[in-house]
């Protein structure tokens, strides 16, 4: 028998049950890989060969189970348990089923199967493991496809041709990326190779499913395993056809650039060791999405991309709306993009306080964040320049910590608003009040005012009277 880290009793109290209706039951999936890799996991799969929907009813009434939620058409139910240990663990409960698929569509055929079925329809080896919860031969591990071998191998391999496996369900091509870069686990070559020549039927699949197996991909430790499986067999050229534009090395005159995609790869991996936060690590990912776009050559330069930065937002935008992404943390990305440059000229030159109020301002709560993707966009094989780089922004992260505690920028908010100003010049809201309020934030920012609400209103009127001035004049 395979090892395996011991089974919660609460799992065995359902074998008991099972026993009871004379049901063959078996954790089935995930849960029973994770066994045998001895790794965390409070989701569980139960499948029945029978009924499902009465014994999941029975199980939650004989156990005292929650939050039952019943798929009768799917034949499958969900509910929450408590072992004994007071660990809880989120049960889903299917009957065996035999799945067939019209090659359009991803809406399965399904109808009852057996054991066999069920576990042929799985997507890899080592998810189509079956463990035995009744008492004859319990904990028993079925293994039709060597999967307890591929485990061992750190293997990924589907347990049917791979063109069919794929055919049937795109999105597992996404999911052997995942897999990959979750478990750190090689994908077989024939597995690959039918990635590489099925990768377009990605698009039957709706972008919401392939939005989230990709975000899965970035939180893992090192996302550029799964990126670089998307990138080399042709899927991410379907999902964010963007970041593909990135790939290659161009040459003009013998002077080429360095190959961007492979280098925002390094930069992901790099921020994924200092930050779980996703939507910074997506940050990385797009920080130069705008390059293929404003890349140039001149001569005597070589080659350039100005405005990236700018263009970028625009790219990003795009994106979140091509993979149906939460539009909250747009702004956000958008941020890091338009700024993970600035503090790079700071830390070449001597820092003044009116240029750390600007990037403290702009950056606002996420300079942190910020300055941790500038880090990550260090790259450099030269250890003397990564060096160097990384002194500098120290120098830049003292010279924050010092202005932050003369003047609290680090929580700078204009101590005059726009709703301020319209009031006391008695205007309406437009471009005029838009133009008083960022010239008074220069101000303060530039330490031509001080930093309180009177300076500042005494600023607006001056200015006001200026702008009209200057408005008389005009023929």
């Known amino acids: 028998m395979f090892e395996h880290e011991p089974i919660p009793d609460i799992l065995y109290r359902i074998g008991d049950l099972a026993d009871l209706d004379e049901l063959p039951c078996y954790l089935v999936g995930g849960y029973v890989r994770d ?36 798929f009768e058409r799917f034949r499958t139910a969900q509910l929450e348990l408590t072992g004994d240990d007071g660990i809880g663990f989120k049960l889903e409960i299917v009957g065996a089923r035999k799945e067939s698929y019209n090659s359009e569509s991803r809406k399965p055929i399904t109808s009852i199967g057996t054991l066999e079925d069920d576990l042929s329809r799985r997507d890899f080896t080592i998810n189509a493991l079956a463990l035995r919860l009744n008492r004859e031969k319990r904990g ?61 039927r990605i ?35 379907e999902i964010i056809p963007e970041l ?89 990305v958008q941020k890091m993009v338009r700024l993970h440059h600035r503090p790079i000229p700071l830390s070449k030159e001597e820092i003044t306080d009116s240029a750390i109020r600007r990037l403290m301002y702009e950056a606002g709560p996420d300079l942190e ?32 910590a010092e202005v932050g505690e003369k003047d609290l920028l680090a929580r700078w908010r204009p101590p005059v608003s726009g709703h301020d100003i319209m009031q006391m010049l008695e205007l309406t809201e437009g471009k005029l009040v838009g133009i008083i309020k960022s010239r ?19 600023y607006v009127k001056e200015i006001y009277r200026e702008l009209q001035e200057e408005q008389e004049k005009k023929p």
Request: charged fraction near 30%; glycine fraction near 6%; charge should be positive.
């Open 35 to 70: 066994l045998c890799m001895r790794r965390s996991c409070t989701d569980i799969d139960i499948m029945v060969i029978g009924e499902p929907v009465a014994f999941a009813r029975k199980i939650s009434e004989r156990l005292h189970g929650r939050n039952f939620v019943l």
């Open 140 to 200: 028993e591990v079925i293994d039709l496809y060597d999967g307890l071998r591929h485990i061992r191998e750190k293997l990924l391999k589907t347990p049917l041709d791979p063109e069919k496996t794929f055919s049937d369900d795109p999105l597992r091509m996404m999911r052997a990326a995942r897999f990959a870069c979750q478990l750190e686990f090689r994908v077989d070559d024939g597995t690959i190779a039918a990635m590489k020549a099925m990768h377009e």
């Open 203 to 237: 698009q039957i699949v709706s972008r919401e499913r392939s939005s989230h197996e990709f975000l899965k991909i970035m939180q893992c430790r090192k996302p550029s395993i799964g990126l670089e499986i998307l990138h080399a067999t042709g899927l991410l050229r």
């Open 244 to 332: 593909t534009a990135m790939a290659g090395i161009e040459q003009v005159d013998g002077l080429g650039h360095k190959d961007t995609l492979f280098h925002t790869f390094q930069v992901v991996d790099n921020i994924s060791l200092h930050t779980e936060k996703p939507w910074l690590r997506v940050s990385a990912l797009f920080h130069d999405i705008a390059k293929p776009v404003t890349k140039r050559f001149s001569q005597g330069t070589g080659w350039t991309f100005h405005g990236h930065e700018a263009v970028g937002g625009k790219v990003v935008a795009r994106i979140f709306r091509a993979m149906k992404w939460p539009l909250e943390p747009m702004e956000y």
């Open 369 to 400: 964040d910020l300055m941790t993707l500038c880090r990550a966009d260090v790259t450099s094989k030269n250890p003397r320049k990564v060096q160097r780089i990384m002194t500098n922004f120290n120098n830049v992260e003292q010279k924050i």
């Open 440 to 458: 008074m934030e220069n101000a303060i920012i530039d330490g031509k005012i001080p930093y309180n609400r009177e300076a500042a209103l005494d």
